[in-house]
C-alpha cells in the first residue's frame, strides 16, 4: 500500500500524478523541475514567443529546483537529510554539469545521497534540469 503526496508550495505537476508516494518507510519524489507554483514564468529561464529557451541561467535553475525538493520532502513528512538518492536530468552536461555539480556540492555537505546525472535532450517543460529522489520518512 502507498499514499500519495502533493505539496502545495512546489509547482503543480505538468501532468496526472503526486509529487510523491510512500511506500513504507521510502519517499519516492516524482520529477522535480525549477518551476514556481502558480506562475508560467521559470526562474532563470527567457523564452521566445513560441516557448522555446533562447536563454537559461542554470546556477539559478538549480537553488529553484532544490528549493522544490524541500518543499515536497516536507509535505511529505521527510527532510533534505534523509534523500538516499538523486538522479539528476540536464540537457547540457557540458555546459551545465561543472555550475551544477559546485553547487550540489554545498547543497549536500552534510547529506551524501547517491546520485547519477544524466543528459537528455529536452524535458516536458523548458527547463534545463530536473531531478528525480528517492528519502526516507
Same mark, same amino acid.
Given at each position: 500500500m502507498s499514499d500519495s503526496i502533493s505539496s502545495d508550495k512546489a509547482p503543480e505537476p505538468v501532468g496526472p500524478y503526486p509529487h510523491a508516494r510512500r511506500v513504507g518507510n521510502l519517499l519516492f519524489l516524482s520529477g522535480v523541475g525549477?518551476?514556481?507554483?502558480?506562475?508560467?514564468e521559470i526562474p532563470g529561464v527567457?523564452?521566445?514567443d513560441k516557448g522555446n529557451i533562447i536563454a537559461y541561467d542554470i546556477e539559478q535553475q538549480c537553488?529553484? =529546483?532544490?528549493?522544490? &525538493?524541500?518543499?515536497?520532502?516536507?509535505?511529505?513528512?521527510?527532510?533534505?537529510? !534523509?534523500l =538516499?538518492?538523486?538522479? &539528476?536530468?540536464?540537457?547540457?552536461?557540458?555546459?551545465?554539469?561543472?555550475?551544477? !555539480?559546485?553547487l550540489y556540492a554545498e547543497y549536500f555537505r552534510d547529506n551524501q545521497p547517491c546520485r547519477t546525472t544524466v543528459e537528455v535532450n529536452?524535458?516536458?517543460?523548458?527547463?534545463?534540469?530536473?531531478?528525480?529522489?528517492?528519502?526516507?520518512?
Open positions: 525549477p518551476r514556481l507554483r502558480g506562475v508560467k527567457t523564452l521566445d537553488h529553484s =529546483v532544490f528549493q522544490n &525538493v524541500r518543499y515536497v520532502l516536507e509535505a511529505s513528512g521527510s527532510r533534505w537529510e !534523509n =538516499v538518492d538523486v538522479t &539528476v536530468f540536464l540537457i547540457d552536461m557540458k555546459k551545465n554539469f561543472p555550475v551544477f !555539480n559546485k529536452a524535458l516536458p517543460t523548458p527547463i534545463a534540469i530536473e531531478l528525480k529522489c528517492i528519502a526516507t520518512v
